[in-house]
């Protein structure tokens, strides 16, 4: 009889009653959403596999650090550069390029600097004010009219949400937001004014990722729709998809690549729809010296890209 249920009373079996409160516990805690990527760093993961530095011709870069803060960089490259032309077919003229940089990195500050024989300058500026605000400075110096430029950002991070400030020469400004929603997903967007071109835009995009996958979406009223997609099938081996689509030039380009992670080397690649396959290939040899390959074919426009180059440091 002690095993008889009284009338009225449903039996629920215990594993009914074991899921029930595991859904119950991991019931989505809206107010500790976790703090979502920068706006700009949207498709950081698909512009690693589809977007690799691929390079023509012979580069050499020399790293020496000084102490724990400070190093001096050299980097040599020689090879071919394209000029504009009015033809299908590419033109190319033999060029070499000289950079030294200087480099100061401290847990709240960073300051890079590039000067190269051309007569170019470069400067980078990371300033950490507190855990939450951050100030970077970009600018570029050239001995070309109307080249040089320079931009200021201004970064927000929140418990849940990313904002940023861009203000730039050429009266140009620019804001960005993104917040998450929920675990998996954010959602932003972007605003921005260039007063010297009189132009302006607005731009909304999407991010959704898990473990094994992170899909983002982007649009603006520029005309840009961006999608992509990265499956991550093990801890060394990613694959990428992306879609770009313009509606007011009607240009389309779709891609796919991988990312594979080897003990030795890294291995990157792609081929797009307007028919151009790309490899990169990254084998350290040794402790602080890495060789490099790099290769792009481009069928349509019979353009043939080769270069290898050694990192040490």
């Not at 804001?175 to 071109?197: C, D, K, M, R």
């Not at 898990?210 to 983002?216: F, G, I, L, N």
Request: hydrophobic share 35%; glycine share 8%.
């Amino acid at each position: 009889m002690a095993g008889i249920v009284p009338p009225g009373t449903t039996a629920v079996p215990a594993d009914v009653s074991h899921t029930a409160h595991t859904k119950h516990d991991e019931k989505t805690d809206y107010m500790n959403l976790p703090c979502p990527i920068p706006y700009e760093e949207l498709h950081r993961e698909a512009l690693m596999s589809l977007k690799p530095e691929t390079f023509e011709g012979l580069r050499f870069d020399f790293t020496k650090g000084l102490n724990q803060k400070f190093s001096l960089s050299h980097s040599v490259s020689m090879g071919p550069t394209e000029i504009p032309s009015q033809s299908a077919e590419t033109i190319k003229i033999p060029t070499s390029h000289y950079e030294f940089g200087a480099n100061f990195i401290d847990p709240n500050l960073m300051l890079i600097g590039r000067v190269l024989t051309d007569g170019r300058l470069n400067a980078r500026v990371k300033w950490d004010l507190t855990d939450n605000l951050t100030v970077k400075a970009n600018a570029q110096l050239t001995n070309e009219p109307h080249m040089s430029h320079g931009m200021f950002n201004f970064d927000y991070k929140g418990k849940d949400f990313r904002s940023q400030f861009q203000l730039g020469n050429g009266a140009l400004f620019g804001a960005n937001y993104i917040q998450s929603v929920t675990p998996n997903l954010s959602l932003g967007g972007e605003v921005f004014w260039a007063g010297q071109h009189r132009k302006s835009g607005i731009g909304y995009a999407a991010r959704y990722e898990t473990d094994k996958m992170v899909a983002t979406g982007q649009v603006a009223n520029t005309g840009i729709v961006a999608l992509s997609y990265v499956q991550k099938v093990s801890d060394k081996v990613s694959l990428a998809t992306d879609f770009m689509y313009n509606y007011l030039s009607r240009d389309v380009t779709a891609s796919v690549g991988y990312d594979y992670i080897l003990r030795q080397c890294r291995l990157r690649g792609k081929i797009d729809s307007n028919g151009c396959t790309t490899s990169y290939l990254e084998e350290r040899l040794n402790m602080g010296l890495n060789f490099i390959l790099s290769a792009e074919i481009d069928h349509r426009k019979k353009d043939y890209k080769f270069g290898f180059g050694l990192t040490v440091g």
